[in-house]
């Protein structure tokens, strides 16, 4: 890395640490570039020479939130489980995480930008390599797609790679499950719905669907 580049990284990382720092402390909908720009230790100008505005800031600086997501999933899979039950646990500590902090990844997987979240996903980690940690493949590969429903199919792949489901109805499936998700996602980022209670609806749903595609025998975990 060059000194433009270490300036660059170092300039970005005041901006979306403080962009994180405001998001903990008074949440998406209270951000402000002054305030942002006031914390960070620059003028407002400064921010528009790394960001395209204000809404990428604040997507870099919820990605700080999907790391905590990212770093345990790993260590929450295990390496003897079956695809079926990767691709159900990634969802469910998703889940997890997407309905305790539904403002956070709402800035994260439907952002206001003018590109695909990939596009900014992939700039946010050739800055910070070092929080692409996971060791899966699997896994570090569906971080750096495009979009949701790509990111879903990643795992669900191995589903078919293992003759859990037809690669026909994979396509099927992950949009499923993904309409399934968004919908008890806007319920509770809209505080329709609990967060206990749309785990709970999201993985029976998932269940529901996943026994009409399964083309060999699987015990459901849950």
Not at 177 to 185: A, H, N, P, R, Y
Request: proline letters at 1%.
């Amino acid at each position: 890395m060059n000194n433009k580049e270490m300036q660059t990284k170092r300039v970005m990382g005041d901006f979306i640490n403080a962009s994180n720092k405001l998001i903990r402390e008074n949440g998406i909908a209270n951000i402000s570039l002054r305030k942002v720009s006031k914390i960070a230790g620059y003028n407002s100008a400064t921010m528009y020479n790394y960001f395209e505005n204000l809404d990428h800031l604040i997507f870099f600086g919820a990605m700080k939130y999907l790391n905590n997501y990212t770093r345990s999933l790993n260590n929450y899979l295990k390496k003897e489980e079956c695809s079926m039950d990767r691709f159900l646990k990634v969802w469910e500590y998703f889940c997890f995480y997407a309905y305790s902090e539904p403002q956070i990844y709402n800035a994260i997987f439907f952002p206001n930008l003018n590109n695909n979240i990939g596009h900014y996903m992939k700039k946010y980690y050739d800055f910070f390599p070092e929080e692409l940690l996971s060791s899966n493949t699997t896994i570090r590969n569906m971080l750096l797609k495009d979009n949701i429903n790509d990111r879903a199919m990643t795992i669900l792949s191995d589903c078919v790679n293992e003759n859990y489901i037809k690669c026909e109805d994979a396509i099927i499936l992950n949009d499923m499950t993904l309409v399934i998700f968004e919908g008890i996602f806007k319920r509770v980022l809209n505080k329709n719905m609990s967060y206990k209670y749309a785990i709970k609806n999201t993985m029976l749903y998932f269940k529901l669907i996943i026994e009409n595609f399964l083309i060999k025998d699987y015990n459901f975990y849950f």
